[in-house]
């Protein structure tokens, strides 16, 4: 079935999917509905892969192997996110700061606990509830914070004073002052802060939310607009300066992707559209990243990359990869291990196969690093009466390195935020309710 496929994309799609969900992010200033003149960023749209034909194989194994050591970089803090960009946030009795891969910690501010969930942007409640037997909170707890206090890349975070919010440096200079009511993480486009505005009219005049957004150097680009959204793991935004219900949808360099794009409560666009790398699906049509139409069937889509699609085949039973165009790229089925890496390269693995290899934008096979993924095995009742998760640490031919296993709950006991995995990143393994211990992919000594 295609809905049992589609399972095997959540964990690496999972933090792409609640970023274009819903929520509000500024852009435009007030006078106008395009960015400012001096807001530039890469562009997005990249030369279409000529068709390519041929079938999927296995590469010998690579040279070297991975592991995964655990590390106490965590202990002691009451709350933490994953690394990004070597940093995480950790938090303790009220204390907050970010700690390096290596140990090192910087204190940047203090902060009631209640103040942390406050943050969200989105305005989105926690999507796990602490009375549930069956929920993870540590692992939730992961992804909250890091969709909210990932450090960026240029090393610029939230900042809390006063009960606002703005951003600093991991020294705690700060670089946008903390006036608003919520913030978002920073990414390659842009990042986004809400305020109450009071405005006149009616009895005792009116308060609602308006925005701001700054580009990554900290360039207000757009002030005081209605209503907006961002995207910045893939490079969008969206705003409606007038007030009429919609907007304008552009990419990071500030190009115009469509206009007049609908949206409704609490900045939700429209449910007719999903976002992806290459491009969005509208309406039950494909467009590029230049707005262009694509003759391609817009209902089979299944991932959306700068220069091919996976698309549903149903002689296939299963993904297969096309260009633009609609022409297969691959004889066999495909599914993927994980979103092309930034360097453009691509996880793959034939159907029915456990093994991953890495491809470049054409379909060719590179030579692959050693890679590590995670697979949930299948749930059991051990001696005692409790369901156990067993979480699989697989090599890139599929053979098992190690078995995790947690007691229930938690019903999801691992989080990763990218996948695969290669030397250097994090697993973040939670075998109880209350437990996140960080696991380094390392090479075998």
Not at 56 to 83: M, W
Not at 113 to 120: G, K, N, P, V
Not at 267 to 284: F, H, Q
Request: aromatic fraction near 14%.
């Amino acid at each position: 079935m295609k809905t049992d496929r589609i399972l095997r994309l959540v964990s690496a799609a999972v933090l792409c999917t609640m970023l274009a969900a819903c929520g509000g992010e500024a852009l435009a200033p007030s006078s106008s509905s395009a960015p400012a003149a001096s807001y530039s960023e890469p562009a997005a749209t990249p030369e279409p892969a000529a068709p390519v034909s041929k079938q999927l194989t296995a590469n010998l194994p690579v040279e070297g192997a991975l592991t995964l050591t655990a590390s106490n970089v965590f202990d002691g803090y009451q709350h933490v996110s994953p690394f990004f960009n070597g940093w995480a946030f950790v938090y303790k009795d009220g204390q907050a700061g970010y700690i390096s891969e290596e140990g090192e910690y910087k204190p940047l501010y203090t902060v009631p606990a209640e103040e942390l969930y406050r943050i969200d942007f989105y305005g989105l409640p926690s999507t796990y509830d602490p009375n549930d037997p069956y929920s993870s909170p540590r692992r939730e707890e992961l992804y909250w914070m890091g969709n909210n206090f990932r450090c960026s890349e240029s090393g610029i975070v939230p900042y809390y004073r006063d009960g606002k919010w703005g951003y600093s440096d991991l020294d705690g200079n700060i670089v946008v002052e903390p006036i608003y009511d919520q913030v978002t993480w920073v990414g390659q486009v842009a990042y986004g802060l809400c305020y109450e505005y009071a405005s006149s009219g009616g009895t005792g005049g009116i308060s609602r939310k308006y925005y701001d957004i700054y580009n990554s150097r900290c360039e207000l680009i757009a002030g005081e607009v209605y209503a907006a959204w961002a995207d910045p793991a893939y490079g969008y935004y969206f705003m409606d300066d007038d007030q009429d219900g919609a907007g304008e949808l552009y990419n990071a360099d500030g190009s115009l992707v469509m206009a007049d794009m609908p949206y409704g409560y609490g900045n939700c666009l429209s449910t007719g559209a999903e976002y992806y790398p290459g491009g969005i699906v509208y309406n039950g049509v494909a467009y590029d990243r230049t707005g262009a139409e694509l003759p391609v069937d817009a209902d089979t889509i299944d991932r959306f990359y700068p220069n091919w699609l996976a698309v549903w085949d149903e002689a296939a039973d299963d993904d297969i990869g096309v260009d633009l165009n609609g022409q297969p790229l691959l004889d066999a089925g495909l599914w993927m291990a994980g979103d092309p890496d930034e360097t453009g390269a691509q996880y793959l693995g034939v159907q029915g196969s456990q093994a991953i290899r890495r491809y470049d934008a054409q379909f060719n096979e590179l030579a692959t690093p050693p890679l590590l993924r995670a697979a949930k095995g299948t749930s059991y009742t051990n001696e005692a009466g409790k369901e156990v998760t067993p979480i699989s640490i697989l090599d890139q031919d599929g053979q098992e390195v190690m078995t995790l296993e947690a007691v229930e709950p938690p019903v999801h006991p691992v989080y990763y935020p990218a996948e695969p995995l290669v030397e250097g990143d994090w697993l973040y393994w939670c075998p109880d309710r209350d437990t996140v211990i960080p696991y380094r992919v390392t090479a075998v000594q």
